[in-house]
């Protein structure tokens, strides 16, 4: 098994009070797979369906974020390998 | 500094983390200036105000607190950040001559003040103690008068050196019979400057004692000239006023000009000092609705302190001259409002 990798960005160094906070995180797996399940039925008589396909995510990765300020961080979106998180400064 | 971590975790337990560290400029300190150094105690109280601003001559001999105003004891002690603006400049009231006098036990004698500023075409020129008269010491007797009665206030100020060096310079001056020009009169304040900057930081001085030189902040050389790394590293802020005298002027516009000069004219030591605005105001004659225009400087100061450089820490309404709040009701109301958003909570 490999290990994750990850980074953090924040949109600026420096944030004033009630400031919107943006992290970008970039994050994979080389274990994360993406494996697609492929279905057919097929009756006695030897007639099929059309198949039906169906994708799992294998070793999905979980993020936490914490901030030691106790800030609380939302995350906004998570495509898979880039998750956006906002807080409020 | 805070510090967000990330972590990422997979289903047998590895993980990696990544840190990013990030800075949080404090809350700025919203404040005022009630006109005629008058007691601004009921126009402050209830409001988020946390800043003063006050005008004294060292030609005076009620400095600290300044005659007939124990009220500044008053809201110091109760937290108020005072920005003591404490001019050379002679305000033109009682004797400008000579005078002598004694401060613990020791008699100085200072002499008349021998220089003119603010020479402006057409208008009589103040007197203040000259440059010159600063660098030979003849003037050590009227900061001594200042510190000692400083000492009994029990709290800390800024001492902000002159109000607007630019303004007092933009004509000229005048000492002991010889003209200086604008760029000549900066050198010298500079030179001035540092020796009663000096003068003050081997003294013991109270708690959270600062010290800052004023500027009006409206012509580039002259910003660039009086602010010379040498002295900024004697100083703890930045300074300079911001009006609004144009239907044209905008908030973000109008505290971001002298800013952008300062990081792009100035060094690594003045950049490291935070700004503090002594005057802002609005004029109503050109801005009648002054709320409207007040309201916009939130905003506007929570995205100047977002950009890189120095960071805005105080911002003091000036309620007299070109700030003059008319009707003050709804002036006041609309400053009362502007320090209750972010970033002055």
Redesign the interface.
Known sequence: MASPTVTASLNAATYAPGAQMLLTINYGDPDTKTLTVTVVVTDAQGNSSAPAKVSAVIDPLTITVTDDSRRTWTRVSDNGAVAVYRAVA | M???????????G???????????????LGGYYLSGNADPTADMSGGNFRSLTQYRSFADGNIFPGYNRPWLVTLGRSGVQVNMVLELKHYGAGDAGPQTFTVDGVSYTVPAPAMTIQQRPGTVWPKAYGYSQVIAGQCDGLFARALSQYRTMGFGVNIQLASELDTDHEFGTTEAGKAYTWAESDVRAVQAMTYIVNWFRVKALPQNTTFSVGVGGFDRPSFQRTHPESLMSRLDFLQWNVYATSPSHTALDRFRRTKDWAVADLGPVALSRPILVAEWGVRVAEIPDQAAWIATVPPA???L??E?GP?FARTNYFNSGWGTLSPKATGLAALRAAYA???Y?
């Not at chain 2, 805070?2 to 047998?12: L, W």
């Not at chain 2, 560290?21 to 404090?26: F, M």
Request: aromatic residues 6%; without cysteine.
């Open positions: 805070p510090r967000v971590t990330v972590t990422v975790r997979d289903s047998t590895q993980t990696a983390t990544a840190v990013a560290n990030y800075t949080l400029v404090p809350p700025v100061i929570a995205r302190n977002a890189r960071y958003r972010p970033p909570v």
